[in-house]
């Protein structure tokens, strides 16, 4: 397979629900994905120089800007989201109210998304169980909100075409 470029098409934000099902939250504009280790290096006693390395503590830290995002990503961080009640926790049919609720559950999302090749290859990324320290709730002046989320996802895999 020869080198290729390759234009970054459509990643999405998704979270399971209690049924199994997996519920769009977000389409990602700005994605940075990182697979990282720790790193142990053995030295002997009579060397400088390193006789072994191991890796250890895998992780995933991923980087998202969406502008194109549904409210409930942002419940789905607090916790909870308690269908028809207003922000006061009253009666309104159509809303949903979203708050931190106390437990040490943490709510696990998915990134999923293709790149394709000027030649017509896709790549294919998933990185799973990424949770995120905060919940940003931006509003800037005079212009669309941005989501701006920063997490550490459990494990990537990658896909892509090898003729």
Do not use: C
Not at 79 to 106: H, L, M, R, W, Y
């Amino acid at each position: 397979m020869a080198s290729d470029s390759f234009f970054g098409d459509t990643l999405e934000l998704t979270i399971q629900t209690a049924s199994g099902t997996a519920l769009t939250v977000a389409t990602l504009k700005g994605v940075e994905i990182k697979g990282e280790w720790d790193h142990k290096e053995l030295y002997g006693q009579d060397s400088v120089l390193r006789e072994d390395v191991a890796r250890v503590a895998h992780k995933v830290p991923i980087t998202i800007k969406s502008a194109k995002f549904h409210p409930n990503i942002i419940g789905k961080i607090l916790g909870t989201e308690t269908a028809d009640k207003d922000i006061a926790g009253a009666d309104s049919s159509g809303n949903t109210q979203a708050t931190v609720i106390d437990s040490n559950t943490v709510p696990l999302f998915d990134a999923s998304g293709n790149m394709t090749g000027k030649s017509g290859v896709e790549y294919v990324v998933l990185v799973e169980d990424i949770y995120f320290e905060g919940a940003p709730w931006a509003a800037p002046d005079g212009d669309w909100s941005v989501l701006d989320l920063s997490g550490v996802g459990r494990k990537m895999t990658t896909s892509y075409q090898t003729v």
